[in-house]
């Protein structure tokens, strides 16, 4: 199915999903560019809502959640992949490979699959271990965790499609406190804070949102969604008096970086604790950046 975007162009629409999370987001449309409007927006022949979690989203959230998260393993390989050491290696083993075999392209090929078959791996692994942690944690009762806590919430965004209203996106923040932060970069993996100093100042009694998910169906991308998603985050923000709002990106997120940017968010840190061995973090190369809007 193709969907007239507002320019005119085309867009194919299919089922992925863009997630950003807190360690490896989620995640969200990322990539598109800011709109007028709040919370109800028209589209071509489609219209959406944002509206606080219910009950009854609790299947389709998740879902939004397990396939916004392993969405990013593929561009985590390829971009690990493409990293030069990576590269000299693949190509070392699979002249080891070529020279074992007895002058084999087989044996060579053979070999340099196999290291991306690791590298592959330890990409996956690294999201879908944080995805299960997640599902076990705050996603395992999001009525608990993000409704019945004042600090916290939780919001889908709604499309009517064909007359049938369909949850196409959502957005979760939660409460922090300032020390908090710190315990944070305590045990990540060569944590590094810059400029967190400036939010510090600025945090009173040291209470912050932390968008910990965010996604939006691929159909929904680059319609201002994930826009009015982040201005829904900041609206709470504001009204629970938080001195700023934080979220993690990963590496591999460059369009969630570029969409943070858009809206004044700032790098304060950067680490590379997965929450996954740290030689599978190694391999892959992924690390996670802290962005950090002051309200």
């Given at each position: 199915?193709?969907?007239?975007?507002?320019?005119?162009?085309?867009?194919?629409?299919g089922?992925?999903?863009?997630?950003v999370?807190?360690?490896a987001?989620?995640p969200?449309?990322?990539?598109?560019?800011?709109?007028?409007?709040?919370?109800?927006?028209?589209?071509?022949?489609?219209?959406?809502?944002?509206?606080?979690?219910?009950?009854?989203?609790?299947?389709?959230?998740?879902?939004?959640?397990?396939?916004?998260?392993?969405?990013?393993?593929?561009?985590?390989?390829?971009?690990?992949?493409?990293?030069?050491?990576?590269?000299?290696?693949?190509?070392?083993?699979?002249?080891?490979?070529?020279?074992?075999?007895?002058?084999?392209?087989?044996?060579?090929?053979?070999?340099?699959?196999?290291?991306?078959?690791?590298?592959?791996?330890?990409?996956?692994?690294?999201?879908?271990?944080?995805?299960?942690?997640?599902?076990?944690?705050?996603?395992?009762?999001?009525?608990?965790?993000?409704?019945?806590?004042?600090?916290?919430?939780?919001?889908?965004?709604?499309?009517?499609?064909?007359?049938?209203?369909?949850?196409?996106?959502?957005?979760?923040?939660?409460?922090?406190?300032?020390?908090?932060?710190g315990?944070?970069?305590?045990?990540?993996?060569?944590?590094?804070?810059?400029?967190?100093?400036?939010?510090?100042?600025?945090?009173?009694?040291?209470?912050?949102g932390?968008?910990?998910?965010?996604?939006?169906?691929?159909?929904?991308?680059?319609?201002?969604?994930?826009?009015?998603?982040?201005?829904?985050a900041?609206?709470?923000?504001k009204?629970?008096?938080?001195?700023?709002?934080?979220?993690?990106?990963?590496?591999?997120?460059?369009?969630?970086?570029?969409?943070?940017?858009?809206?004044?968010?700032?790098q304060?840190?950067?680490?590379?604790?997965?929450?996954?061995?740290?030689?599978?973090?190694?391999?892959?190369?992924?690390?996670?950046?802290?962005?950090?809007?002051?309200?």
């Amino acid at each position: 199915m193709t969907v007239p975007r507002r320019d005119g162009e085309e867009d194919t629409a299919g089922q992925q999903r863009e997630y950003v999370g807190a360690a490896a987001i989620s995640p969200s449309d990322w990539s598109e560019r800011r709109g007028e409007g709040v919370g109800m927006a028209q589209k071509s022949n489609f219209q959406f809502s944002i509206r606080e979690y219910s009950p009854s989203d609790e299947n389709v959230v998740k879902s939004l959640f397990h396939d916004g998260i392993l969405e990013h393993v593929y561009p985590a390989f390829f971009k690990a992949m493409s990293h030069p050491d990576h590269v000299g290696i693949a190509l070392s083993i699979s002249m080891a490979g070529y020279v074992l075999g007895g002058s084999s392209y087989f044996q060579a090929l053979l070999f340099g699959s196999a290291w991306a078959g690791l590298i592959y791996y330890c990409c996956h692994e690294i999201f879908e271990g944080y995805m299960t942690r997640r599902l076990s944690t705050d996603m395992a009762d999001i009525q608990a965790n993000y409704l019945e806590n004042p600090d916290n919430s939780l919001w889908v965004a709604e499309a009517d499609v064909n007359g049938q209203s369909k949850v196409v996106g959502m957005v979760a923040v939660m409460g922090r406190r300032g020390e908090e932060e710190g315990e944070r970069f305590d045990d990540c993996n060569g944590g590094v804070m810059a400029g967190g100093s400036e939010f510090a100042q600025e945090a009173g009694d040291g209470s912050y949102g932390e968008i910990s998910h965010m996604a939006v169906v691929f159909p929904w991308r680059r319609r201002n969604l994930g826009s009015q998603l982040t201005r829904k985050a900041l609206d709470f923000c504001k009204e629970r008096g938080y001195s700023h709002l934080a979220m993690d990106v990963s590496s591999p997120q460059t369009a969630a970086v570029s969409l943070c940017q858009k809206f004044g968010f700032v790098q304060t840190a950067a680490h590379s604790s997965t929450h996954a061995n740290r030689w599978f973090s190694k391999l892959a190369r992924i690390n996670v950046m802290r962005m950090e809007k002051l309200i």
